[in-house]
């Protein structure tokens, strides 16, 4: 690869980890283009990117960013999940493939939100429900405190109305 080549190379890398800078990386060896390219379908369908990197252009993309910690783990055959919002989604997608592939997609470990993590780690955050499902659960526990008072509320409402029947049927009886 010429110098320009690989400045350029660098530079499209730089941009990439600014735009999304939660990262996880894994092992790819012994996997076919085929299976490279199912993975990676998988990952856009998260909502990230999958990019097979050479780890000495990726560490000088990283070198100034916070995730630089991340090039210890840049040994061997290396691609990148670059994520999107929703880091738990894109984990889970190299999790599930790894689980497919064992011995051949290794995740090496990780950078999400300010923190490194290792490949058990990144285990652990796919375990983490998806975004939506989590904004899902906590509207409901908000919900669920409102819709028991307007509840409460109803049950007053119709129980006074009952009374209230009832004491105009008594006055209605007494007037006749």
């Known amino acids: 690869m010429a110098t320009e080549a690989k400045e350029q ?4 890398l730089k941009e990439l980890v600014a735009r999304r800078p939660s990262i996880i990386l894994n092992d790819y060896r012994g996997l076919t283009v085929g299976q ?14 999958y990019h097979v ?8 993309a990283l ?5 630089a910690e991340v090039t210890a783990l840049l040994t061997g055959p290396t691609a990148v999940a670059f994520c999107g919002d929703d880091s738990p989604s894109v984990a889970k997608a190299l999790v599930e493939f790894g689980r497919e592939f064992e011995p051949l997609c290794v995740i090496k470990g990780g950078f999400v939100d300010g923190t490194f993590l290792d490949g058990e780690a990144c285990k652990v955050l796919a375990a983490i429900p ?7 659960e906590l509207v409901g ?10 509840q409460a509320l109803e049950l007053i409402v119709a129980e006074l109305s009952l009374v209230l029947d009832a004491l105009v049927e008594k006055r209605s009886a007494e007037a006749a």
Do not use: C, H, Q, T
């Not at 190379?9 to 499209?12: L, M, W």
């Not at 490279?36 to 990117?49: C, N, P, T, Y």
């Open 9 to 12: 190379a660098v530079a499209a």
């Open 36 to 49: 490279i390219s199912d993975l990676r379908r998988r990952v856009i369908a998260a909502g990230g990117e």
């Open 53 to 60: 990197v050479k780890n000495r252009l990726f560490a000088r």
């Open 63 to 67: 070198a100034e960013s916070p995730a």
């Open 130 to 136: 998806p975004r939506p499902m989590l904004l899902g």
């Open 141 to 150: 526990s908000l919900e669920y405190p409102v819709s028991a008072l307007a």
